[in-house]
């Protein structure tokens, strides 16, 4: 079942450190909203493998921890609308 865009944007903003709730709900009513909104359910996917990740015991710890902040960061990059075409709207 689709979630709604209130759905899709409840998540932590506090480690974002260019969070714009007003660029993002721009960016769901813009062109680019279908987009957006797929990157936002991508965003969720890897928050779960990040969490997922941390629970691991096979790997070395400094390895863990580099590889959930790069699904951490990647989440955050799309949550941002850093990867939505740029240009008018």
Known sequence: MPQSDDELLAFDTS???DWDENRARAALGGRHGALYRNHLLIARHLDAW????????????????????????????????????????
């Open 15 to 17: 480690d974002l450190e």
């Open 50 to 89: 990040a969490q997922a990740e941390g629970r691991r015991t096979d790997i070395d710890a400094h390895y863990k921890a580099g590889y959930r902040q790069a699904l951490q960061d990647m989440a955050a990059f799309l949550r941002q609308t850093y990867y939505l075409p740029r240009g008018p709207d």
